[in-house]
T-cell receptor
Framework: KAGVTQTPRYLIKTRGQQVTLSCSPI?????VSWYQQTPGQGLQFLFE???????NKGNFPGRFSGRQFSNSRSEMNVSTLELGDSALYLC?????????????FGSGTQLSVL | DQQVKQNSPSLSVQEGRISILNCDYT??????FLWYKKYPAEGPTFLIS?????DKNEDGRFTVFLNKSAKHLSLHIVPSQPGDSAVYFC??????????????FGKGTHLIIQP
């Protein structure tokens, strides 16, 4: 069974640009969550999607958005990039997105904003 | 405002000895706790979890202890092996509240197993 796949692995952008990251969950998993990992803040919850609907959202500005498609694949978009958006963005999937379900993480997309 | 704290950024332990990783939390609504392990260039992988109705959960070499009154949990690895060298994240969730805030993670502890 294939794991969670994130593309691209690395991305370099400049301030003010926008970026789209992609995540394919494990087959049969309907919940996709996104996390931002930075050295200073650890992993922080961005949002969670289930059946194409955003169910939960973390404390991030509106520049961070996402969506989920009918095949459960998800994309995350960051507009008007800032230097502080440089981070590892991790996607995780689970069957139902229940709070006590373990998450399966992808390897992440390393975003560098110059 | 960090709700889950791992106060040791790194920990060095000799192979064969016990590794003890600590985690403190401040939010009394948290009722489910997990440990994830992360190797460089890979995503975190689930290690072990514990519900607040228990004070101990064991899985092979890994044991998690929960002290609710102290809002403290610890992960014990016995015996420590070279492959255990990784970053360990403590995470917490509010199941009874539906987990709407996702998992709250600590900043991680880098465990180094010395041969």
């Amino acid at each position: 069974k294939a794991g969670v796949t994130q593309t691209p692995r690395y991305l370099i952008k400049t301030r003010g640009q926008q970026v789209t990251l992609s995540c394919s969950p494990i087959s049969g998993h309907r919940s996709v969550s996104w996390y931002q990992q930075t050295p200073g803040q650890g992993l922080q919850f961005l949002f969670e999607y289930f059946s194409e609907t955003q169910r939960n959202k973390g404390n991030f500005p509106g520049r961070f958005s996402g969506r989920q498609f009918s095949n459960s694949r998800s994309e995350m978009n960051v507009s008007t990039l800032e230097l502080g958006d440089s981070a590892l963005y991790l996607c995780a999937s689970s069957r139902q997105g229940s709070a006590n379900e373990k998450l399966f993480f992808g390897s992440g997309t390393q975003l560098s904003v110059l | 405002d960090q709700q889950v704290k791992q106060n040791s950024p790194s920990l060095s332990v000799q192979e064969g000895r016990i590794s003890i990783l600590n985690c403190d939390y401040t939010n009394s609504m948290f009722d489910y706790f997990l440990w994830y392990k992360k190797y460089p260039a890979e995503g975190p992988t689930f290690l072990i979890s514990i519900s607040s109705i228990k004070d101990k959960n064991e899985d092979g070499r890994f044991t998690v202890f929960l002290n609710k009154s102290a809002k403290h949990l610890s992960l014990h690895i016995v015996p420590s092996q070279p492959g255990d060298s990784a970053v360990y994240f403590c995470a917490a969730s509010d199941i009874s509240g539906g987990g709407a805030d996702g998992l709250t993670f600590g900043k991680g502890t880098h465990l180094i197993i010395q041969p």
